[in-house]
């Protein structure tokens, strides 16, 4: 007589129930594998199309950001140059022949006023910059005179009529200038 404790203590062999089961499944028509197919296919489509979409509108806001603060730094460097044109004027009624002879107190007032738009400029990161005795270079200066002169090599910058100024680096504003050139050989004999 076989012991019916050992019996239900054996495993059981899980394939044939497996097989039982399957076999008792009704089975999916081929079309129906074609559409699952079809299906997963258009799944991947949308979300390959949802992606690039999302993409697309990063790079877009990317794109907004930067054009909004290279308008930014336009409109700011706009502003910078008409104070720096006010300073300028404010120094060349400094340097007015008969400035100093009318009102002493008068021409210090107008120096503190130029000095307070310097350094307003100055506290947004435009630096004005000096160029005498430099180099010309077409890149930071704007030769508007020449001089023949020995006292500095060709194309150095003599006298700076009109200050440059820069930017993180950048030239905003060119400085104008007067440079040396070589003085001119007699060899008209």
């Known amino acids: 007589m076989p012991d019916s404790d050992t019996e239900d203590k054996q495993p059981k062999d899980d394939?044939?129930?497996?097989?039982?089961?399957?076999?008792?499944?009704?089975?999916e028509p081929p079309e129906a594998n074609d559409e699952m197919a079809e299906a997963?296919?258009?799944?991947?489509?949308?979300?390959?199309?949802?992606?690039?979409?999302?993409?697309?509108?990063?790079?877009?806001?990317?794109?907004?950001?930067?054009?909004?603060?290279?308008?930014?730094l336009r409109n700011q460097r706009r502003i910078v140059l008409?104070?720096?044109d006010v300073i300028d004027q404010l120094d060349v009624a400094m340097k007015a022949e008969g400035a100093v002879d009318n009102n002493l107190g008068w021409?210090?007032?107008?120096?503190?006023?130029?000095?307070?738009?310097?350094?307003?400029?100055?506290?947004?990161?435009?630096?004005q910059f000096e160029c005498v005795g430099e180099m010309f270079d077409p890149r930071k200066h704007e030769a508007l005179l020449s001089i023949p002169t020995v006292d500095y090599e060709p194309n150095t910058i003599v006298?700076?009529?009109?200050?440059?100024?820069?930017?993180?680096g950048e030239v905003v504003r060119p400085a104008q200038?007067?440079?040396a050139v070589e003085l001119p050989s007699d060899d008209e004999d």
Not at 61 to 70: L, T, V, W
Not at 107 to 127: R, T
């Open 159 to 168: 006298t700076e009529l009109r200050s440059g100024y820069m930017h993180n």
């Open 177 to 179: 200038v007067q440079i």
């Open 107 to 127: 021409l210090e007032g107008v120096a503190v006023i130029q000095k307070n738009f310097a350094n307003a400029l100055a506290a947004e990161g435009f630096e």
């Open 82 to 84: 008409r104070f720096a």
């Open 40 to 72: 997963l296919r258009e799944k991947d489509q949308f979300k390959r199309l949802a992606q690039r979409a999302q993409a697309d509108l990063v790079n877009y806001r990317r794109r907004i950001e930067g054009e909004q603060e290279s308008s930014r």
């Open 15 to 27: 394939s044939t129930e497996e097989q039982v089961a399957d076999s008792d499944a009704p089975k």
